[in-house]
């Protein structure tokens, strides 16, 4: 369950910076603000989650 949260926010913060870059339209800024402490909480958890889907998909395929 949790890796599938993790991979969930990985996949939309992937999508942000897809939109960041062919638009120049950065979601989570919009909804959170520019830099504001909720953007970068957002920010925070979705590298942690990226950083944990990393481990993950390298622990399984050294095991």
Same mark, same amino acid.
């Given at each position: ?47 942690? !989650? ?10 399984? !395929?050294?095991?």
């Amino acid at each position: 369950m949790f890796t599938k949260i993790c991979l969930w926010l990985t996949i939309i913060g992937g999508l942000n910076w897809g939109l960041v870059g062919l638009l120049n339209f950065n979601l989570v800024s919009f909804i959170f603000g520019d830099m504001s402490i909720l953007s970068r909480i957002v920010y925070i958890v979705v590298g942690l !989650s990226a950083a944990y889907i990393t481990y993950d998909t390298i622990k399984e !395929s050294v095991s």
